[in-house]
């Protein structure tokens, strides 16, 4: 391992010289090591991606993704260089958790960077990741939201069929609409549905359904291979994780999670809090029934025009009884949306993304 501070081995420590001079004697032109002391694997941060020899290695390894793709090609470069002996080398690249990768989302920000670069300046290199099909936008992070619209428009209008074909799968609910698999460059789907028949567009290409435009645009383009025969469990597996996101989303909604402000809870919550400890002992006891009451109204989840009230008095100059009773009394206004007509979801199109290796 080799760090700013220099090389660490099994043995003990080296410095950085010792350490890459066991690593690539043959570039850096210095006598070989004994077989013990040789290096095979050497493991570094961006400290080496630029400005070194190290053509005597065959393999790069990328741990990570670099936030642009000029950094990619520096790391490779460092090997893939006039002098190897190597005719070829050779390019692999870790791939993070579903869940890290759909958090982070490197690999489109990277295809995103290098288009945009390709579109302004212009470049003969090769996009930064072996399957490009699979992260690059076909449009410019650049384009604006209606363009990214009629790309999705056009990439849909183009799947039209003169006679929609309904495929039927033995053990699996019907669907109302059709379903279809195809062999893609990430596993995911993309399924056309409705709520309370307002529609939807949602995908899956790294574990996480979304109606983001990007995902849904990358999710579609690569939609390239041969149609593939439907397997239930697939569709069942599919079913289920559009379920979770519906009742998620309804949850989230009904709750008012999306306009919650942490801070502002962190500061009424304090509010509170200080409102106890500084009352006169005579007045404590009292304060403390209405104080009870207002940090569980702070500190639960509600709607959103209950969130703006919160909001509100977390910002206020009342005085602290009346700061309590305030926030006290909200605990009339709490209104639960699970009422007797829930939100209906109903699936109308869905086409299963299968990777093949």
């Given at each position: 391992?080799?760090?700013a501070?220099?090389?660490?081995v099994?043995?003990?420590?080296l410095?950085?010289?010792?350490?890459?001079?066991?690593?690539?004697?043959?570039?850096?032109?210095v006598e070989?090591?004994r077989?013990?002391?040789?290096?095979?694997?050497?493991?570094?941060t961006?400290l080496l991606?630029?400005?070194?020899?190290?053509q005597d290695?065959?393999?790069?390894v990328?741990?990570?993704?670099p936030w642009t793709?000029?950094?990619m090609?520096q790391r490779?470069?460092?090997i893939?260089r006039m002098g190897?002996?190597?005719?070829r080398?050779?390019?692999y690249?870790?791939r993070p958790?579903?869940?890290a990768?759909?958090l982070?989302?490197?690999e489109?920000?990277v295809?995103k960077?290098?288009?945009?670069?390709?579109?302004a300046?212009?470049?003969t290199?090769r996009?930064?990741?072996a399957?490009?099909?699979s992260?690059?936008?076909?449009i410019?992070?650049?384009d604006?939201v209606?363009e990214?619209t009629?790309?999705?428009?056009?990439?849909?209008e183009?799947?039209r069929?003169?006679e929609?074909?309904?495929?039927?799968?033995?053990?699996?609910?019907s669907l109302?609409?059709d379903?279809?698999?195809v062999?893609a460059?990430h596993s995911?789907?993309?399924?056309?549905?409705?709520v309370?028949?307002?529609p939807?567009?949602?995908?899956?290409?790294?574990?996480?359904?979304?109606?983001?435009?990007?995902?849904q645009i990358a999710?579609?383009s690569s939609?390239?291979?041969?149609?593939l025969?439907?397997?239930?469990e697939?569709?069942?597996?599919?079913?289920?994780q559009?379920?979770?996101?519906f009742h998620?989303?309804?949850?989230?909604?009904?709750?008012?999670v999306?306009?919650?402000?942490?801070?502002a809870r962190?500061?009424?919550?304090?509010?509170i809090?200080?409102?106890?400890?500084s009352?006169?002992?005579?007045?404590?006891i009292?304060?403390?029934?209405?104080?009870?009451r207002?940090?569980?109204?702070?500190?639960g989840?509600?709607?959103?025009?209950?969130?703006a009230e919160?909001?509100?008095?977390a910002?206020s100059?009342?005085p602290d009884?009346?700061?309590?009773a305030?926030v006290a009394?909200?605990d009339?206004?709490?209104v639960?949306?699970?009422g007797?007509?829930?939100a209906k979801?109903?699936i109308?199109a869905?086409?299963?993304?299968?990777e093949?290796?």
């Amino acid at each position: 391992m080799l760090t700013a501070r220099g090389g660490v081995v099994a043995g003990g420590k080296l410095t950085r010289d010792e350490t890459l001079a066991r690593f690539a004697p043959n570039a850096l032109r210095v006598e070989a090591p004994r077989r013990a002391e040789r290096i095979d694997l050497l493991l570094a941060t961006d400290l080496l991606s630029e400005g070194m020899n190290l053509q005597d290695a065959d393999v790069v390894v990328h741990l990570d993704v670099p936030w642009t793709s000029a950094r990619m090609e520096q790391r490779v470069g460092r090997i893939a260089r006039m002098g190897s002996v190597h005719p070829r080398v050779h390019v692999y690249l870790i791939r993070p958790p579903a869940s890290a990768a759909a958090l982070l989302g490197s690999e489109l920000l990277v295809q995103k960077k290098w288009s945009a670069a390709k579109h302004a300046i212009g470049s003969t290199a090769r996009p930064p990741f072996a399957d490009a099909r699979s992260t690059e936008i076909p449009i410019s992070v650049l384009d604006s939201v209606p363009e990214k619209t009629e790309r999705l428009r056009g990439i849909l209008e183009s799947w039209r069929r003169s006679e929609p074909i309904m495929e039927r799968i033995d053990g699996a609910e019907s669907l109302d609409g059709d379903v279809a698999s195809v062999q893609a460059t990430h596993s995911g789907f993309v399924a056309a549905l409705s709520v309370n028949d307002q529609p939807f567009l949602v995908s899956s290409i790294s574990g996480r359904v979304s109606t983001d435009l990007d995902c849904q645009i990358a999710a579609c383009s690569s939609c390239e291979g041969l149609e593939l025969e439907t397997d239930p469990e697939n569709y069942l597996g599919v079913v289920d994780q559009i379920r979770a996101w519906f009742h998620h989303d309804r949850a989230a909604e009904s709750a008012g999670v999306g306009g919650s402000r942490p801070r502002a809870r962190k500061r009424l919550l304090s509010r509170i809090d200080a409102a106890i400890e500084s009352s006169p002992p005579h007045v404590r006891i009292s304060r403390s029934r209405d104080a009870a009451r207002a940090r569980s109204i702070a500190a639960g989840e509600h709607g959103a025009a209950l969130e703006a009230e919160l909001d509100l008095l977390a910002h206020s100059l009342l005085p602290d009884d009346q700061l309590l009773a305030a926030v006290a009394a909200l605990d009339s206004k709490r209104v639960w949306e699970h009422g007797s007509h829930p939100a209906k979801l109903t699936i109308h199109a869905m086409l299963l993304l299968r990777e093949t290796p």
